[in-house]
């Protein structure tokens, strides 16, 4: 990324983010009328974030600044050297902005800078967080769109809201101003072209108010929807969907934690019940003719070695592979299943010789009342959790 920046200022109230892409015709328009809409009182910055436009963009910008006199604003430009997409431009600008506020716009004059101190009114007097200047609310419009952009635009927004549970009336809105630090903690991923949904998502617990404006169209230049854009909005969707899943799972309540760990850890006992039968089976009837004793011995040993891996790893979402940790509680899962293989061994023995069982089914059963003991044991002293938790 090459960045440079026009004027360095100190602390600002508010920051200004505007990504650009062949937007030459329009940045020079859009400066000047933020230059109206803004005063000093206001202490902003703008942040033009271009990716390397092909029509000169961020030279424009550059050329804009030298010619301008008592700026009562500062303008950075960063230049990125491919392009990265909108999304991603504007988490860059986010990431250099300096104000307590952020205002996200177009600059392809469909958002009116005139908005933006009613915005910054609204976030510092009013009881929210994000403030999303909406074309849906009474008072909103949108001009100069045909219907088939219209019937993209409402359709988006009825998966954002229907499927990530949004409750505004625009969460497809690109001219939105946010508190500052509502986005310290999130972690981005910047794909597709509508950042908004991505932080009304993460910033859980954030305030939302819409306030009208109009939306026109682009006059100049051209637009940046395909049909790409719109596979990039699907699997952002769906990307934000799976992390209010993942949010929703560590909410849940102690006991279905518990039963959610005690279902993953007799899922692994399944397995290693697989294991174990296999691998009896080939000592004992296949690769040798191994007392059935001995080829059950081998199978819980490999077994064991299997169950122990996939329980640390997912059951018990362990990723700490130390050598010293690892060898440690493999120790511990040897032995307190070492518990659960004597009496296994002991309930084979007793339901084949005394009771004349089938092998089969008796090392099933012997295999699957273990598994009990070894869950509860390995909980509490292998893996250090709590009992129920």
């Given at each position: 990324m090459i960045q440079k920046e026009v004027l360095i200022s100190r602390k600002r109230s508010l920051s200004i983010v505007i990504p650009t892409y062949n937007e030459s015709k329009n940045i020079v328009k859009i400066l000047d009328s933020l230059r109206s809409a803004l005063t000093?009182?206001?202490?902003?910055?703008?942040?033009?974030?271009?990716?390397?436009?092909?029509?000169?963009?961020?030279?424009?910008?550059?050329?804009?600044?030298?010619?301008?006199?008592?700026?009562?604003?500062?303008?950075?430009?960063?230049?990125?050297?491919?392009?990265?997409?909108?999304?991603?431009?504007?988490?860059?600008?986010?990431?250099?902005?300096?104000?307590?506020?952020?205002?996200?716009?177009?600059?392809?004059?469909?958002?009116?800078?005139?908005?933006?101190?009613?915005?910054?009114?609204?976030?510092?007097?009013?009881?929210?967080?994000?403030?999303?200047?909406?074309?849906?609310?009474?008072?909103?419009?949108?001009?100069?769109?045909?219907?088939?952009?219209?019937?993209?635009?409402?359709?988006?927004?009825?998966?954002?809201?229907?499927?990530?549970?949004?409750?505004?009336?625009?969460?497809?809105?690109?001219?939105?101003?946010?508190?500052?630090?509502i986005v310290n903690n999130i972690k981005f991923d910047a794909i597709g072209y509508k950042i908004l949904l991505e932080i009304l998502v993460k910033a859980r617990g954030a305030k939302v108010k819409e306030i009208p404006y109009n939306f026109i169209d682009r006059t100049t230049g051209s637009s940046k929807m395909d049909f790409s854009i719109c596979v990039d909005y699907l699997q952002s969707v769906w990307r934000l969907y799976r992390y209010g899943k993942s949010v929703k799972t560590n909410e849940r309540r102690t006991s279905v934690h518990f039963l959610s760990k005690a279902g993953r850890f007799y899922t692994v006992g399944a397995s290693g019940?697989?294991?174990?039968?296999?691998?009896?089976?080939?000592?004992?009837?296949?690769?040798?003719?191994?007392?059935?004793?001995y080829a059950t011995m081998i199978g819980i040993v490999f077994s064991m070695s299997s169950n122990f891996i996939l329980n640390k790893i997912w059951t018990f979402e362990d990723r700490n592979f130390d050598t010293k940790r690892t060898l440690a509680q493999y120790g511990l899962f040897l032995g307190f299943s070492g518990i659960g293989a004597v009496f296994q061994l002991l309930l084979v023995y007793g339901l084949v010789e005394l009771r004349h069982l089938n092998y089969s089914i008796a090392l099933f059963l012997a295999v699957a009342i273990a598994s009990v003991g070894n869950f509860l044991l390995n909980k509490k002293w292998t893996f250090q959790e709590k009992v129920w938790s």
């Amino acid at each position: 990324m090459i960045q440079k920046e026009v004027l360095i200022s100190r602390k600002r109230s508010l920051s200004i983010v505007i990504p650009t892409y062949n937007e030459s015709k329009n940045i020079v328009k859009i400066l000047d009328s933020l230059r109206s809409a803004l005063t000093r009182e206001m202490n902003a910055e703008i942040i033009v974030v271009d990716d390397n436009s092909p029509d000169g963009t961020s030279n424009t910008v550059e050329e804009y600044v030298k010619n301008s006199k008592n700026p009562s604003y500062s303008i950075q430009i960063i230049r990125r050297e491919d392009k990265r997409g909108l999304s991603s431009a504007i988490v860059t600008g986010i990431e250099h902005a300096k104000g307590d506020a952020v205002v996200v716009m177009d600059s392809d004059l469909s958002h009116p800078p005139q908005t933006i101190p009613q915005m910054v009114e609204e976030l510092q007097n009013s009881d929210c967080d994000i403030v999303v200047a909406s074309r849906y609310v009474k008072g909103g419009s949108v001009s100069g769109w045909p219907f088939k952009r219209k019937l993209i635009s409402k359709g988006a927004t009825k998966i954002a809201q229907h499927g990530l549970g949004i409750k505004i009336k625009d969460p497809m809105s690109g001219f939105f101003a946010f508190k500052r630090h509502i986005v310290n903690n999130i972690k981005f991923d910047a794909i597709g072209y509508k950042i908004l949904l991505e932080i009304l998502v993460k910033a859980r617990g954030a305030k939302v108010k819409e306030i009208p404006y109009n939306f026109i169209d682009r006059t100049t230049g051209s637009s940046k929807m395909d049909f790409s854009i719109c596979v990039d909005y699907l699997q952002s969707v769906w990307r934000l969907y799976r992390y209010g899943k993942s949010v929703k799972t560590n909410e849940r309540r102690t006991s279905v934690h518990f039963l959610s760990k005690a279902g993953r850890f007799y899922t692994v006992g399944a397995s290693g019940l697989l294991v174990n039968y296999f691998v009896s089976f080939m000592f004992g009837a296949v690769l040798s003719n191994l007392w059935y004793i001995y080829a059950t011995m081998i199978g819980i040993v490999f077994s064991m070695s299997s169950n122990f891996i996939l329980n640390k790893i997912w059951t018990f979402e362990d990723r700490n592979f130390d050598t010293k940790r690892t060898l440690a509680q493999y120790g511990l899962f040897l032995g307190f299943s070492g518990i659960g293989a004597v009496f296994q061994l002991l309930l084979v023995y007793g339901l084949v010789e005394l009771r004349h069982l089938n092998y089969s089914i008796a090392l099933f059963l012997a295999v699957a009342i273990a598994s009990v003991g070894n869950f509860l044991l390995n909980k509490k002293w292998t893996f250090q959790e709590k009992v129920w938790s």
